[in-house]
């Protein structure tokens, strides 16, 4: 057999350099802007007690997914995430349309993310677009990403502690004026079928979280290390969700965090029309938390960058994209050209305008994605008890069969509510299998 060419190996291979707190920033730091905007527009929809119920079925989905999720990572740590644990599970077919899925959602969140960030700095800038603001923030943090993962992950994991000690901060400050009469003020303004059309933005306070899984080739003793990760981001990704739904809500409402006025338009920013409603909007304080703020939405940016070229790259390495996809940077051992690719994609999707849209298509990747991985982790358990498995979800089979049951559901609800958007989504994922069917596949 021949061996392989160091040279050719430094081209397709990543550099190992992060431990167990670069995991945890990274992985709050992928969710933590879902904290700042995004899940207020399911209020509309749901109302508080509407979204609280999507919200407690999300938490449980991700407490059951995660714990199932970081066997496949620990078992088979692979940059492309649920892309290789399918393809060994199910087979090249099913590792293929999950490694779309994947790719879809890590695509499609960062434009959502983006059209935020532009709407923040606008608030400081306002004679500068939105649009043309999101555009720098692509090209920034791109390079970035380019530059080498170590400074990457350093820069996110400082901007994620900033992130987390400024909602600590806003809760701190609004609490104290929380009324529970303002929790229950039009609790469930459409009925039962509202809390099925907050699913999607419920989904969005946790929507990247296995991005953690991606970067496994770059960590040091993943089998050990992803575990520390996994487990720690979601602890305190559920205690701030908890902290930040209530304290928001909590002092005026919700009809208070989602329109800044009567008859506006929903707005993408819940936490400054909740701070102003205690220090109203021109005190240093409110002027700080927004500044702070911002980190949130950078983190979450930053961070799914990051997870999306791996997935991309990882499909180029394979030849499932084109192969310049799959080469690393000779320089900086990153993804280059996946990095780039994916933020060309990521400005069209973002010059859409349709935020509300892109974030309910990330979260028909994300869904698909829970589904096959736990159907993955079934069989592979099934076909492969031999594997060596550094760690073993715990009350298994029940929490990927919950995690599974209720990823159905949620995939099941998002179609009958977006029938358009779920067309759109399942319309890329044919038009991909038959790229894959007809010209990769032999």
């Known amino acids: 057999m021949e061996a392989e060419n160091p ?165 701190g400050i609004t609490l104290p004026h929380f009324e529970w009469a303002n929790m229950t003020k039009n609790a469930l303004p459409n009925g039962t079928q509202g809390i099925w059309a907050c699913i999607p933005f419920a989904i969005w306070f946790f929507l990247g979280l296995e991005g953690i899984a991606n970067v496994a080739e770059e960590t040091i003793q993943p089998q050990k290390t992803i575990l520390k990760g996994f487990g720690s981001a979601l602890l305190t990704l559920i205690v701030l969700c908890v902290l930040v739904f209530m304290s928001s809500i909590g002092v005026a409402g919700w009809e208070a965090i989602v329109y800044a006025s009567p008859g506006a338009a929903p707005s993408d920013s819940p936490l400054p029309l909740a701070m102003a409603q205690v220090t109203g909007n021109s005190g240093w304080i409110y002027h700080l938390l927004i500044t702070i703020g911002l980190l949130g939405l950078i983190a979450s940016f930053h961070g799914i960058i990051l997870a999306a070229g791996r997935a991309s790259f990882e499909f180029g390495r394979v030849g499932y994209f084109i192969k310049a996809m799959g080469r690393i940077h000779p320089r900086f051992k990153t993804p280059a050209n996946a990095l780039l690719i994916n933020m060309g994609l990521g400005i069209i999707a973002l010059l859409t305008g349709e935020t509300g849209s892109i974030i309910t298509i990330a979260c028909f990747g994300a869904v698909t994605l829970y589904i096959i991985s736990m159907v993955t982790l079934l069989r592979l358990r099934r076909n492969e008890p031999e594997l060596e498995r550094p760690f073993k979800v715990p009350f298994y089979p029940y929490f990927p069969i919950i995690a599974l049951c209720i990823g159905v559901v949620c995939l099941i609800a ?29």
Request: some cysteine; overall charge neutral; aromatic content about 16%.
């Open 7 to 171: 040279n050719q190996a430094s081209e397709t291979h990543l550099a190992r350099s992060l431990g167990p707190v670069m995991l945890w920033g990274l992985g709050v730091g992928y969710v933590i802007s879902g904290m700042y905007f995004g899940w207020n527009l399911g209020l509309p929809e749901g109302g508080t007690l509407g979204m609280a119920l999507a919200t407690a079925l999300i938490i449980l989905l991700y407490i059951t997914f995660t714990f199932s999720y970081t066997e496949l990572a620990c078992c088979i740590p692979k940059a492309g995430g649920v892309f290789d644990y399918a393809n060994r599970g199910l087979g090249k077919k099913w590792g293929f349309l999950a490694g779309m899925a994947q790719v879809i959602e890590f695509v499609f969140a960062p434009p959502a993310i983006a059209a935020a960030i532009g709407a923040y700095f606008h608030i400081f800038l306002p004679g500068i677009p939105v649009v043309v603001i999101a555009i720098f923030a692509y090209l920034v943090f791109t390079l970035l990403n380019i530059t080498g993962v170590k400074a990457a992950a350093s820069f996110e994991l400082i901007i994620t502690i900033l992130a987390v000690v400024e909602l600590l901060l806003f809760a």
């Open 414 to 442: 998002m179609i009958s509510l977006y029938p358009l958007l779920s067309l759109f989504y399942f319309g890329i994922l044919t038009l991909a299998y038959a790229w894959f069917h007809f010209f990769v596949k032999k």
